[in-house]
């Protein structure tokens, strides 16, 4: 019996190690984060110590003064940002499309603009909303305006893809924080960079990339402890998620199919889209994965009888309407009837066997995407995510980091 009770102990502290593990796999991109972890502590101070004895090897970003040499410099900058008074953090900042790019970001910051809705809600997940000194339209106007309700009074500097460059000059931010792609670096960091003014790209909305991207908005914003606090809530649903499906043989996972817009059902995700990784998250295999095309190559379009003949088990959009100011469904039921009653998408089995289901992007391309991997994952697996329910998460986050009260209607079926 003394054995068995150990037994069982072991087991949940390992299983907590796991979690834990699994919680933190991501690497902060910012230099100084010698050893490659979530974070930077002394053990990167250490690390480069041991680089320069000659012990350890080089990595990708323990040059943390950015100066071509591992030296004291580095060592010096680490113990900077551990006890905040660095003068600047260098990021290595995602992108889905081009080459990674290196942005130094003068400290502290205070004033910032935000161009998009993604991120507006991450400023908001991280008590910043003091910060904003400036929006794009997109932000405040039509649906969005009641969601982000404290921001309406702040001055706006037009579209988050066509800003109004002059407005952003005159506000003197010390930092914008715009979309991944758009607008071009033309339009935006080669017109601002002559005032001083830097440009942070980040989506918060990739499941592969959005933990290291909220962990360095927290360096950058001095909000850390509300980074890790959002992490950890968001990863306690996706880690469960990940240990119920593990051991699902790559067989036995349901054929799923994407349709990027209700407007196009041939438009779809493929390897590397935000549709792709929450699919495979979910334990579903797209059908799409390894296609090519469209923006980035990752939004092919494909032939209905392609469709047909791969036969997908399981149909979802991921923009569909709806939202957080939408009161009825009536919208995505007319949404999902015409995917059901399609002559070519009818002859699958997805729609045969009523496994079809819509999402808002509300839930799929926000920093709450972990809310609708949470749906997809009930409709994937409903007798192992029983338990699992992705509008009560819905709801604590709304309440806990958006601080507005839970409406609204984001899916089909409900």
């Not at 299983?15 to 002394?42: C, P, Q, R």
């Not at 809600?121 to 982000?148: H, P, Q, W, Y």
């Not at 990027?260 to 438009?267: N, R, T």
């Not at 059901?340 to 997805?350: C, F, I, R, T, Y």
Request: glycine share 6%; with cysteine.
């Amino acid at each position: 019996m003394k054995r068995l009770i150990f037994a069982l102990i072991l087991l949940q502290c390992v299983t907590g190690a796991i979690l834990s593990v699994n919680a933190a796999k991501y690497t902060l991109a910012i230099f100084g984060n010698a050893n490659m972890d979530a974070i930077i502590d002394e053990q990167d101070v250490s690390y480069v110590k041991d680089i320069i004895d000659g012990t350890k090897p080089i990595t990708e970003l323990a040059d943390a003064n950015q100066d071509g040499k591992i030296d004291e410099g580095d060592v010096e900058q680490i113990q900077r940002i551990i006890n905040g008074s660095e003068n600047y953090i260098i990021l290595k900042t995602f992108t889905i499309y081009d080459k990674a790019k290196i942005v130094r970001v003068p400290m502290p910051v205070s004033k910032i603009v935000i161009l998009n809705l993604a991120s507006a809600e991450a400023i908001r997940c991280l008590n910043a909303v003091d910060m904003v000194i400036g929006v794009g339209t997109s932000v405040v106007e039509g649906a969005n305006k009641e969601f982000f309700g404290d921001l309406s009074d702040r001055p706006t500097v037009g579209k988050w893809s066509e800003p109004d460059v002059e407005s952003i000059i005159r506000l003197r931010p010390d930092v914008v924080i715009a979309d991944l792609r758009f607008p071009d670096t033309q339009l935006l960091e080669d017109k601002l960079n002559a005032s001083g003014t830097v440009v942070v790209r980040m989506g918060f909305t990739y499941p592969d990339y959005f933990q290291s991207e909220m962990m360095a908005l927290g360096y950058i914003l001095n909000r850390k402890s509300e980074a890790k606090d959002l992490i950890d809530f968001a990863y306690r649903y996706v880690d469960l998620i990940e240990g119920r499906i593990a051991s699902v043989p790559a067989d036995m996972r349901p054929r799923v199919y994407a349709i990027y817009s209700p407007s196009d059902f041939w438009k779809t995700g493929s390897n590397g889209s935000i549709v792709d990784m929450l699919c495979g998250l979910a334990g579903g295999w797209n059908i799409a994965h390894d296609l090519k095309g469209g923006t980035g190559g990752m939004y092919p379009t494909v032939d209905p009888e392609w469709v047909i003949k791969e036969n997908p088990e399981i149909i979802f959009t991921w923009s569909s309407p709806g939202g957080y100011t939408v009161s009825n469904d009536t919208e995505m039921m007319n949404v999902w009837n015409s995917i059901v009653k399609s002559p070519e998408l009818s002859q699958v089995n997805a729609v045969k066997n009523n496994r079809v289901y819509l999402l808002t992007t509300e839930i799929t391309s926000r920093p709450r995407w972990f809310v609708g991997l949470a749906y997809l994952a009930k409709w994937f697996y409903p007798d192992n995510f029983k338990d699992l329910d992705p509008e009560t998460i819905h709801k604590e986050y709304l309440e806990r980091y958006q601080k507005v009260r839970y409406q609204g209607i984001f899916t089909y079926p409900a």
